[in-house]
Nanobody, 115 residues
């Protein structure tokens, strides 16, 4: 069983920045892909960014150029740096780990963008 714990959420003004971090209880180097999702109440969970074991990141169009996903293999963490945040980025953000035929989720962290 792999555990994921997100942190770094909070309230930020439009145009501001936040860095989310996901602490993984297993080696991130053994993951097939690490990803960040987000969910607004009443809507489906949406993929925001992912990075494969080979280190290739990709992003949903709405966050390209603003968000950056990165992996720290020494600390077993996956970060999501979010710049120029907008009200439409408000959501609960979840970390996801896919490995060995299984998918693991964190408990989520709330990000609220409001003036």
């Amino acid at each position: 069983q792999v555990q994921l714990v997100e942190s770094g959420g909070g309230l930020v003004q439009p145009g501001g920045s936040l860095r989310l971090s996901c602490a993984v209880s297993a080696s991130v180097s053994e993951s097939i892909a690490m990803a960040w999702y987000r969910q607004i109440p009443g809507r489906e969970r949406e993929l925001v960014a992912f990075i494969t074991g080979g280190g290739n990141p990709d992003y949903v169009d709405s966050v390209k150029g603003r968000f950056t996903i990165s992996v720290d293999s020494a600390k077993n963490t996956v970060d999501l740096l979010m710049n120029n945040l907008q009200p439409e980025d408000t959501a609960v953000y979840y970390c996801r780990d896919r490995r060995g035929g299984y998918i693991y989720w964190g408990q989520g962290t709330q990000v609220t963008v409001s003036s």
